[in-house]
């Protein structure tokens, strides 16, 4: 079973606004991590969130993590046409090493 | 720069086909996995491995075997290729006490 759903399925926003994903997942984690892929091209690791965080940022990304309520939230603020891609949330869950990825949100940055 | 490098981009194969899939990484790292992405499905894990000459079903191992006997390389073996699994194939590789997985470019294969 899927343990990071995505949410929206899409988005689609205009350059220079605020773009936000959220992710759920079903059982106890170390860490939360987002990907992103280009169209065609493989994953690129953004940002990790370990479970004893709440808030983590990476140039213009944020990213919170509720472990109460087991979802986490991708900000990327003044978004730029170059961040049309689809991305991805994994987690780990505690006690395994293999990372379990949800079906993504893709995100289009209109000019 | 660290990198993940897969043998092909784009892949063509018949069915009943034997079919190698090779992934290479730079980085010294003891994880390696296979993974396959379909639309809809997102990514799903084949197999695994920790070290060499080790592997690990992942949660769709049917139709597929692995080989890893050297560090840096992990093969990823279609016995007999069917249609079903045409797919987009990506490797990535990870060490040992981190989970920050690093992707090669994928392999997009075909079966007709």
């Known amino acids: 079973s899927q343990q990071g759903e995505e949410d929206p399925q899409a988005l689609s926003i205009q350059e220079g606004e605020n773009a936000t994903m959220n992710c759920s997942y079903k059982?106890?984690?170390?860490?939360l991590q987002w990907y992103r892929q280009n169209s065609g091209r493989g994953l690129v690791h953004l940002i990790l969130i370990r479970s004893n965080e709440r808030e983590k940022h990476s140039g213009r990304l944020r990213v919170t993590l509720d472990t109460s309520k087991k979802s986490s939230s991708l900000l990327i603020t003044a978004s730029r046409a170059a961040d049309t891609a689809s991305y991805f949330c994994?987690?780990?869950?505690?006690?395994?090493?293999?990372?379990?990825f949800g079906q993504g949100t893709r995100l289009t940055i209109n000019p | 720069d660290v990198k993940v490098t897969q043998s092909s981009r784009y892949l063509v194969k018949r069915t009943g086909e034997k079919v190698f899939l090779e992934c290479v990484q730079d980085m010294d790292h003891e994880n390696m996995f296979w993974y396959r992405q379909d639309p809809g499905l997102g990514l799903r894990l084949i197999y695994f491995s920790y070290d060499v000459k080790m592997k690990e079903k992942g949660d769709i191992p049917e139709g597929y075997s692995v080989s890893r006997e050297k560090k840096e390389r992990f093969s990823l073996i279609l016995e007999s290729a069917s249609t079903n699994q045409t797919s987009m194939y990506l490797c990535?590789?990870?060490?040992?006490?981190?989970?920050?997985?690093?992707f090669g470019p994928g392999t997009r294969l075909t079966v007709l």
């Open positions: 990535a590789s990870s060490p040992r006490r981190r989970n920050e997985q690093f």
């Open positions: 994994a987690t780990d869950k505690v006690g395994a090493q293999k990372l379990v």
């Open positions: 059982t106890s984690i170390n860490n």
